[in-house]
């Protein structure tokens, strides 16, 4: 029984004894801390990991551009690298490969990271946005020769074989890129190019504006003393003076400018004629019209096109401002909505007809007030005989940018409705509807051979004697709904 039992017992002891000591067949974690994927690395470069293992870690060795370059058995784990005989813009791999005392081991991803001896920081940020394009912009770089491409998708993870947007040399900072679509996510990212090598920016996502996004103002409805207090004939028909009422309605801040009409040109406008009138689609098609007057020639006196997103869009015809208004979802003002937006009223009673006059300019009745310092509300032509001082003009010798003068904004808060562009509206003309109108919500004339255009214009002179007579709230003109001047733009409207 005795010669039994000491086998079992010395199995059952080894047994035990190799149970405790467990075979290591876990293998280490390893990563790249730094530098980071996509990164330009300058001197010194210190390649670090971290590691670890529950037997502790033995040794990490570092492999550059797959070579083994060094090897590290203490924590923190890194490797010095020399960059200094490697070339500006090369591409590198990196990647390390850590073992535990048992040998297991076990490898970090690879990154890929380029030469950046100028210590030149490749960020893209946002710079701007429309509704069809997206700007970006970054820093200068330092010198030498090579080129930017651009490359974007509605994905992220951009690389080169998505969209290419414009190229630019390495002397810019910036670039536009142009034909996106209205509330849209797009993602960005722009490769540097020198000679054989290639690096890139961060990416980053930029969502497009919704089309036709304007700044509205709501005016209240109420009534307002319409026509010339002086009965001047010379402003076509401008009379007799009455008081007329319109309903609330909303009208855009400012007149269209050319980036937001660059959206109706982009989204096809000028080849949808459900957007515009049978006349209107028939003068376009008989005058070949694919955009506004000299859009983009960079004509002397013309500033319109992509080089002046913020600037009224003019060159348009009655007919192309009622094709962008419908494609808006929006309309042309009436010429009494236009006139009340300008003009307000409150005031004196000069004429004596019991209702108050209004404004004679949209801030008030002295052309040349003083409003929080200033003295110039708009932007108009010094006249050549009878000049006003230099120091009571504007400084634009065409079209200004919109909201180029904040004080001179209309009681409700509409800029620009005197100078800079003159505006269409809605109305047929007829030289004595002021005498047969209706006096709640008038449209105009039935029918008509021409339309009205509202407001003074950046061409319109200011003699010094009697200062602003051209600028205005009852200026009113007449022309052909065809004619495409360098004066006239227009603004939209809506009711609510």
């Known amino acids: 029984m005795k010669k039994i039992f000491l086998p079992i017992f010395f199995a059952i002891i ?3 004894g190799c149970s405790e000591t467990e075979i290591d067949n876990e293998a280490p974690s390893i990563m790249i801390t730094f530098p980071s994927n996509g990164q330009g690395v300058t001197a010194p470069v210190i390649i670090t990991a971290s590691a670890s293992d529950n037997e502790g870690v033995a040794e990490v060795k570092f492999y550059i551009d797959g070579i083994e370059a060094g090897i590290d058995n203490e924590a923190p784990f890194q490797h010095e690298w ?43 940020v946002e710079k701007g946005k429309t509704s069809s394009s997206a700007s970006v912009a970054w820093s200068a770089y330092p ?46 990212k722009v490769f540097l190019v020198v000679g054989a090598n290639m690096v890139n920016s961060n990416e980053i996502m930029i969502r497009t504006d919704p089309a036709g996004l304007l700044e509205w103002i709501t005016v209240p409805g109420g009534g307002f003393s319409r026509g010339a207090l002086d009965g001047s004939s010379g402003l076509e028909g401008a009379f ?13 801040e400012t007149e269209i400018t050319c980036a937001q009409y660059k959206e109706f040109i982009d989204a096809g406008g000028y080849s949808d004629s459900t957007y515009w009138s049978a006349q209107g689609w028939s003068a376009k098609r008989s005058r070949g019209w694919t955009s506004p007057d000299r859009w983009n020639e960079g004509s002397t006196g013309w500033l319109v096109g992509e080089d002046f997103p913020d600037y009224p869009v003019i060159g348009v015809s009655y007919y192309e401002a009622e094709a ?11 010429e ?19 209702y108050p006059d209004g404004n004679i300019f949209p801030w008030g009745d002295v052309f040349s007030a003083e409003i929080e310092g200033v003295f ?50 809605a109305d047929w003309f007829a030289l004595d509807y002021y005498s047969t109108s209706p006096d ?44 495409r001047r360098k004066q006239i733009g227009f603004r939209v409207a809506r009711d609510i």
């Open 14 to 16: 080894l047994f035990f």
């Open 82 to 124: 020399d960059i200094s005989g490697l070339g500006d813009f090369s591409p590198h791999t990196i990647y390390a490969r850590a073992e535990d005392a048992a040998g297991n081991s076990a490898v970090s991803e690879t990154i890929n990271v380029w030469i950046n001896h100028n210590n030149w920081s490749f960020i893209l």
């Open 143 to 188: 010198g030498g020769i090579g080129s930017f491409r651009f490359h974007y998708s509605t994905s992220p993870e951009v690389d080169t074989t998505d969209l290419r947007g414009p190229s630019a040399g390495l002397a810019d900072t910036s670039a536009t890129i142009s034909g996106l679509l209205p509330d849209t996510p797009y993602y960005f």
């Open 240 to 252: 007799p003076v009455r008081w007329i009422q319109v309903s609330t309605f909303q009208i855009t």
């Open 324 to 334: 962008y208004a419908n494609w808006l979802g929006a309309r042309l003002p009436t």
């Open 336 to 354: 009494a909505e236009w006139e009340y937006t300008a003009r307000g009223n409150s005031g004196p009673d000069n004429n004596g007809d019991s």
């Open 376 to 425: 110039v509300h708009c932007n108009f032509r010094n006249a050549t005989t009878d000049p006003m001082p230099d120091s009571l003009v504007d400084g634009f010798t065409d079209s200004a940018p919109v909201g180029s003068f904040p004080t001179g904004t209309s009681w409700c808060g509409a800029l620009d409705m005197a100078g800079n562009a003159a505006e269409w509206v």
């Open 440 to 483: 709640i919500d008038p449209t105009g004339p039935e029918t008509g051979t021409a339309r009205i255009v509202r407001g003074g214009s950046y061409i319109h002179q200011s003699t010094n004697t009697d200062r602003g007579y051209n600028l205005r709230t009852w200026r009113r003109d007449s022309r052909n709904p065809d004619d």
